[in-house]
T-cell receptor
């Protein structure tokens, strides 16, 4: 597509429920990132996918968070047993792979999914 | 651990004013630095990217400079307009490649008064 698409744009859930957030990256962008932006905080790295390689999960804050990427394209971030501190905007970004000559280091971000846990 | 600081957190200026937004980082061993704009309820839009070997980049009314040795970058906005009102974030990348993670500042929220 023309840009990075994220859904839902807004999600309100009750504490303890599971949520799934979806990211559809730009076609041809094999690198995909999830970031979290909490109120008054900077962007916090969560997870990184590159093609079929094992993802870099070093930023996931707890084992309640997981993500997968099917077919090297769409990614889903899952938060189990949500807590109030999970409330944030979850941003997805994509870029060309390392070996690309066309701007491997320029990330394109989606509009984000705003999660509110009551 | 790299830390990126943007001060002040918020800035209000009258329309037409030239202004400078500051960004500082603690580890000068960076590969590049990127400035983003974020409008309320929106994602981030890349404005300018400066490689570590470069001193500045320009796009329209925007000019970004980089002094890697002192750990500083500035974003200069000429003749500010109300449409420039947004949050501006800087981010540094430590090494080449998509697997090198960006470290972001918390951003500066700019308000340009008509």
């Amino acid at each position: 597509g023309a840009g990075v698409s994220q859904s839902p744009s807004n999600k309100v859930t009750e504490k303890g429920k599971d949520v799934e957030l979806r990211c559809d990256p730009i076609s041809g962008h094999t690198a995909l990132y999830w970031y979290r932006q909490s109120l008054g905080q900077g962007l916090e790295f969560l997870i990184y996918f590159q093609g079929n390689s094992a993802p870099d999960k070093s930023g996931l804050p707890s084992d309640r968070f997981s993500a997968e990427r099917t077919g090297g394209s769409v990614s889903t971030l899952t938060i189990q047993r949500t807590q109030q501190e999970d409330s944030a905007v979850y941003l997805c970004a994509s870029s060309y792979p390392d070996w690309s000559s066309t701007g491997a280091n320029v990330l394109t971000f989606g509009a984000g999914s705003r999660l509110t846990v009551l | 651990k790299q830390e990126v600081t943007q001060i002040p957190a918020a800035l209000s200026v009258p329309e037409g004013e030239n202004l400078v937004l500051n960004c500082s980082f603690t580890d000068s061993a960076i590969y590049n630095l990127q400035w983003f704009r974020q409008d309320p309820g929106k994602g981030l839009t890349s404005l300018l990217l400066i490689q570590s070997s470069q001193r500045e980049q320009t796009s329209g009314r925007l000019n970004a400079s980089l002094d890697k040795s002192s750990g500083r970058s500035t974003l200069y906005i000429a003749a500010s307009q109300p449409g420039d009102s947004a949050t501006y974030l800087c981010a540094v990348r430590p090494s080449p490649g998509a697997n090198s993670k960006l470290t972001f500042g918390k951003g500066i929220t700019l308000s340009v008064r008509p």
